[in-house]
Structure formats: structure tokens, C-alpha cells
């Protein structure tokens, strides 16, 4: 019944649209394999340590950070950094906007028997609040992008908040796909393997000196703090290019190579014109169509880097994914617990405008023909 081939002619060149991992380029493959040297050598000696003190300058240079910002690395990747946060930075209390499965799961790790109970700011799938400021927090957490819904929030500094609040922004699926200005942030956080298209397992958090003076604050009180959790640990290990324990090697390559790439073509703010461009098709794709609708109403509110897309009830979603993923078009299914008829599309910035056009023609084909 769903035995749909699509055309040779109307197929994307590369498939892979996953909203992480996401599609890995090939030169940053060539790029794995041309310093294939050092994998397999010790993290604490000179070639890896480099390795690590570039990316982290591309960072810096990438996200434009102000004087004394540090970017600060560990292994878990985002998930792991939400219970670094809870031990490490948060005094008190936490006050969260949260709009999907990401903005909660740091909600839940900040719920603990050692912080007050958090302030939530909560809304329906495919729509946001606004976090105004409470008298009593010292963190305020948002996602830049929330990657279970395809909606996004501006960073920037919640009005009114205590003057040592600090403004943490899950950045995992936003982070060099949209651009910000980095004064509006104490810690920005992201795993790289969404824009960055390179493997999970590692974190990043790019820290104001507000955020590094509140972990060693922390640090220095009686509050347990477990050695993979401890922010200042991280911070003390990345001011000499180094994690507490292993890093992934090559997860390091591949991000390296992305972010000279990004540099090349421009940086944060091509990334984030290209992004913009890529999702733009989806979304006008979406709206001329009576049997597709963006799932977030408000334009404002849609996210540039994952297009949520909604189809009628007399499609359904499950059997366009199959079929698309029967012709090598994957990762198109809607985040699991989200439980729309729905088609969620990555446009990271390593994805071809070509290929965002492709993968509508191969839509259409499809949809004609269901
Ligand atoms: C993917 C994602 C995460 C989880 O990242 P992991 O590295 O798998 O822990 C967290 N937050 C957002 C917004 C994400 O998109």
C-alpha cells in the first residue's frame, strides 16, 4: 500500500534531516580522517589538549563571547549538564520557561531535596510563555530552541531579575543556528550534535564571570557535590583543555571541522540566515498547502532550525515517514512524545537549501500519491 518510489530526480542528495544527531557532512568525515593520528592518543598530552584549546577559541570567535567569558566542556552532553547546573549553579531557587520535553526535563532536575521548589512558567505544546522576573530566583532557565515542539525564545536578560541572577539558556539545538547577542546570557549550553552535526556525549556551556564566580560560590559552601557534577571541577579542566575523564575524540574532530566551515561561510550570522532561508521554504510550503499547517500558529514563535509541520487527518504522518524512510529521506518523524500527525524537519546549518527543496518535491510526490 505505502509502496511509493520516489524519483531519482526528485530526491535530496543527502537524507538526513534528524533534529540530533543530525546529517554529518562529508569534508568534516575527511577532516576525521586526516588527523586520524591522534585518535587513540592521551587526552592529557599536547596534540589532544590543542585540539581542545581550538575549539574552544572557535567558539569564543563564533559566538563573539565578551572579555572574560569562558567556554567550559565535560562529557554527558546537555542531559547531564541539566544536573550540573542543579548542583553547581543554582543557590536556591530556579524559575523556568517551559514549553516541551527539554524545558521540563530541566525543570525535573531542578526539582531537589536541596533547592526550593522551581518556578515555572508553563504553555501548551507549540506555544511559549514569557518568564518575568520573581523576587526570589537566582537562575532563570529557558531553551533557545525547544526541539520536541519547534517553537524558540529569544535569549535575553529577564527584566527586573535580582542583579546576580544568572540567565542559562539550553541552547543544544539552537546553538550555531540562530544568532544572539551573548551579553543577554550567563550560560549557554549545547551538546554538538545538532548544528555542530557531530556526535553527543560531550557538553559545552559558555560562562559569563558571573556564572564562573556563582559555581565556585557554590563550590566553596558544604552543599555534596559529586566530582562529575561539579561545575568548578569542569571549569578548573577546561582553563588547561582538559575534561575530568575521557572525551570522545572524534566527536572533537568533527566539531572542529563544522566550525571552520561555519567561520568560512560566515559565521553566526550566515548560519542563522541560512537557517532562517531553509525552514522559510517549509513553513510557506506548509501554509499553501489545505493539508499541511505549521503546528506553531504564531510566526514569531517558529523556530528557524526544526519545522513542525502538522498534516490533515485524513494523511497519515506515520506512512509519509515510512515512505520517505523506504527512499533514504530520514528522521522525519515527530518527537515521540509529542503524538501529533506530524513531520518534524531539522534545517541545521550544515543542511542544503537544494536539499530542504528536494525533500518538499519528494513531500508533494508523496502526498499526491497517498
Ligand atoms: C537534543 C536536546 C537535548 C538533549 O541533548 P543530549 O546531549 O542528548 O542530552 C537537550 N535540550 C535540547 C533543547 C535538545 O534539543
Redesign the pocket.
Known sequence: MTDITIPAELLPSDGRFG??PSKVRHTQIEHLVANAAILGTSHRQAPVKDLVARVQGHLHELFRLPDGYEVVLGNG????FWDVAAASLARNKSAHLSFGE?GQ?CVAAHTTPWLSEPHVVKSEPGTRGTLEAIGDADVYAW?H???STGVSAPVTRVQGAASDALMMV?A??AAGGIDFDANEMDVYYF?P??NFASD?GL?FALMSPRAIARAEEIAATDRYIPEFLSLKTAIDNSRLHQTLNTPALSTLLLMEAQLEWMMERGGLTAASAHTAHSSGLLYAWAEARSDVTPFVAKPEHRSPVVATLDLDDTIDATAVTSILRANGIVDTEPYRKLGRNQIRVATFVGVDHADVEKLIASLDYVLERL
Open positions: 533534529s540530533g552532553g546537555s542531559t547531564a527539554f526535563k531553551p530552541n525547544e526541539t539550553d543544544t539545538s551538546a550534535q545538532k553527543g557538553w
